[in-house]
Nanobody
């Protein structure tokens, strides 16, 4: 199991930027795919971005493609989500998740075993 804690959320105006961080602990972090999901009030948890264990492959939801960038630093046990050109519809609680393995990077929330508590991102219009 990997333990995860997110940080970096906050209130930002539309068009602004935020960088989310996810600190991980646990021996299996470097072998796990990592992802970010988000959940708006009254909505389900949806996929935002994922990154392979090595950092060499990334995947994005259509809604954030070209605006968000996921990255990881395995030496520091960290995952990041750089969010640019933020829109009010990006408002949600953002969750960091660990799952998959060196051969498989999932994008379905059901395939992720470890989750952080989440960090709130609010984008004002």
């Amino acid at each position: 199991q990997v333990q995860l804690v997110e940080s970096g959320g906050g209130l930002v105006q539309a068009g602004g930027s935020l960088r989310l961080s996810c600190a991980a602990s646990g021996r299996t972090f470097s072998g796990s795919a990592m992802a970010w999901f988000r959940q708006a009030p009254g909505k389900g948890r949806i996929f935002v971005a994922a990154i392979r264990w090595s950092g060499t492959g990334t995947y994005y939801a259509d809604a954030v493609q070209g605006r968000f960038t996921i990255s990881r630093d395995n030496a520091k046990n960290m995952v990041y989500l750089q969010m640019n050109s933020l829109k009010p519809e990006d408002t949600a609680v953002y969750y960091c998740a660990a799952g998959g393995n060196r051969y498989y990077t999932p994008t379905n929330w059901r395939e992720f075993a470890s989750w952080g508590p989440g960090t709130q991102v609010t984008v004002s219009s």
